[in-house]
């Protein structure tokens, strides 16, 4: 048993008579260098580790936490919890979640080659970046590139019997870009993510860095009208992550879903098959437990364009009359569990980004949205974002636009959505991206 | 400030961290200690689902050789955890060279700009789930249609320490609370919300001028309002903002673009135009850590540098910069008081404190009456900029037609979009009713900051608004 599982035992172990209580612990390190015209700028290297406590009692909930493992805190919090809990207003469907019998499927989310990778070479990949990616154009210059990786390992026990616990490790190299032609600056990115760094894609990295940045010189505004979008598979993965709200099992419960009645309802194209799925190997969210400790599961939430499930924790599901799909999340230990999509993938179409815009007569390519934080209600669906991006016209690729808004609602993106290409790209979000293309959304320019 | 400083770390400690910190031949160590205490309340669904309590307590350890900066973090303020991360810090910045300096520090005379009266930790929790319950009624009572409110109440204590190798040792302590409360009113088109909030640097007699069921009351309002509001239009048109409401937009117009790191990366558009007209000249900009209370407001930055009210523009022309310790050093000048950073397990970058523009001379009735068709903003949400372009958006929380001079029908929420420079030059009426708004949280490169923002009622010639009626 790992010492963190033995640490959240011992906690749990204290629980007293009408009491549950939960433990989650974790503990990390992370290393991250930033290089700036070819030098280190920042080299950052550190550990963490915390504690967060929940109790229930008479269908209260009480919770605390700590940023350190050490004992007389971990007393300390669950005194705290302790005292919080006598605070909350009785709630029937209020307790933690217990052992369902659901079987964890393994992953191998911790990858020895990172473990042993050393800090020079850290260094080096993040000066390769930096160097590939101003050598790909004379008009770019590099804002910073960044090596980040991080090795974390976690527990979760309860008084319900819930034990799981694990550790995993991840790496990411990043590269911001400015491109200045004609008195102008345009911005880019590139990035790519993995387990193992010495297969870091970062040939592309740069040249995505390279072509967001610079195929953005000279744009202008665009026409004003309704017209077709395509969605760049990045900018799709954030608009699955709106989407996700409206599925919560939570947000069902409490009346704050615009699909809360619509449950065997089309709400979307047929187009359109959305599952969320920890399990896979590939997501970059992969993991074998949720955020209660149960185990994670693939979900199928919409299919074909009928809404077939949402997403619970334990708690959605008691409120709702149903089980947990797996569906806690939980930002560490700072925090209680909510409910949330973990890793989300569309089905993908059958042809290319490229093979796609060929058909498009009228249209925009959506290369990046601007906030998705401020313009876009997911209780009311009101969508509403700042974007850039790339004319469609007669089937290519035509001047860049930016400075421009795309509006409609989610409701209606949703049955708008006309194909989905199979550039399916695994990214570092809860969602996976490819290209879709959605009809009659309007564009506000000049 | 001895109190402060000395009860995190002992001051001998402090000056061997230091110099073990500059043993590898750098030219500059600092370390940054925190101790935070926050309590959490959270109401949902008429209940009070989660009381919740923490604590944090570290240092992050920051190291300077030439251009480069080690940083290294611990929640261990030991002696021996400190010197470990002060070696992993050194080692991690070092590029040959040994040295070893003795550090003499020197304690700062603390001053503190936010006195509080009453600690929100002194206050019985039974109280504050007694404020949450009592907003939680007024707001569905403003109406049958009102089917869902959230509420909330969190404070914090923080007290940190700053220690550096040119001798400083400072500290401050920072208490702050905020309530918030959100309502969801439904009708025959569907859903809509409401959000209204208040926070300060201040104690618990925030809620002496603020009473918290008039806040859920005005939530409730607004989602109710909603209800009846057509889609925004699509397209350019005029655009009033109505005062404390629209600090956002410098926000995020020019202010991000006026952070010296931005622009020493020549990642702004305003780098390069200090001296020059870049807004109307009805506009002065200050960004200001010392106003009282406030929820950006700071004793000293988290670089250990008093808070200052800086000038950024003034009648229209650019005076100055935003400035950290690592910036102001390359350009051989003073830090503004700008240095700031989430945590402990940060490092600090140039950030807002409370960024607003003073009052101008025109009664916004007037504004309204003299604007024949636009959108009138009456709260706006949150927002992003691209520095380096100047775009930038903000999302209208509410907002309603202007017609004839008149403000009429409420409109569908959707985001605004401009350019900084283009929109700044664009203000050509400005108010004389000045307010701040509510709080916010900065959003920089991973790390959220608590800033404040304020502006009278002003009008923008012609904006962007993200719409979908014609």
Redesign the interface.
Known sequence: MSELLALAEQVVARAQSGEQVEAYVSRGTETSVRV?EG????????????IGVRVIRDGR????????LDAR?ID??LA?AR?????????EY?ALASPDGVAKSPLVLWDERLASFGTDDKVRLAIDLDRMTRSGDSRI?V?SADYSDGAGEAAVATSTGIRASGRENGCYVSVST?ADDNG????GFGFAVGRDPASLDLDRAAREAVERATR?LGAG?PT?RRTTVVLDPFVTAQFLGVISATVNGESV????S?FRDRLGDTVASPLITLVDDPTDPRAYTATEVDGEGLAARRNLIVDNGVLNTFVHSSYSARRLGTTSTGNAVRGGF???PGCGCIAMQLVPGTRSAEEIIGDIDDGVLIQMV??L???V?T????F???A?GLTIRNGSLAEPV????????LQRMLLDVAELGNDLEWLPMRATGLSMVIRDV?V??? | MQDVASSVIEPDVLSRVLGSAMATGAEFAEVYAEDKRVTG?G????????????????AGIRVVNG??????????LTESGLLAAAQ??AQ??ARGGVGVRNVGLVASPERRVSPVEVYPDSIA??T??EMLLRANDAARASGSSI??VSAGMGDSRKRILVANSDGLLAGDEQVRINFRVSA?A?GDT????GVQSIGGTIGFELFDDNDVEDLARRAAAQALT?LRARP?P???MPVVIKCGTGGVLFHEACGHGLEADLVS???S?YAGRRGELVASPLITLVDDGTMQGEWGAIGIDDEGHPSQRNVLIENGVLTDYMWDFLRARKEGRAQSGNGRRQGY?Y?PMVRMTNTYVLNGTEDPDDIVRATDRGVYVAQL????V?T??G?????MVEAYLIEDGRITEPL????????GPQVLQDIDLLGNDFAMGSPGTCGKDGQGVPVGDGQPTLRVRAL?????AA
């Open positions: 700036y030098a280190v700028e920042q080299f950052t290297s550190a550990q963490s580790e915390g909930t009480g919770f605390a936490y700590a940023g350190t805190v300390e919090v705290d005292d919080n809990v006598q605070f909350g207003t009785p709630d209020a210059r804002e400015l102008e600056t345009m911005t953005l505004k004003s419960a409490k009346g704050r615009l700072r925090g209680t601007q906030g934080h401020s313009g209600n209780v009311s669906g009101d509403s974002t700042g850039s930016r400075e421009f808004t795309i509006a409609s609602t309007t506000s320019g000049s | 309340l109401l949902d669904d008429g209940k009070v689902e989660q009381v919740s309590s923490g604590r944090d307590r570290g251009e480069t900066t080690g940083f290294a973090y611990t929640s261990d992993a810090a991690a910045a929790k039974a504050k789930v089917v869902q969801v439904s569907g859903m809509q919300t909603k925004a699509s397209g350019s990366k020549g990642a558009v397990m490092l949400g949150g927002g992003s691209d380096a372009s775009d930038f958006v903000f999302g569908r929420e959707g985001n605004l979009i401009g350019n962007t608004i993200g719409g979908t």
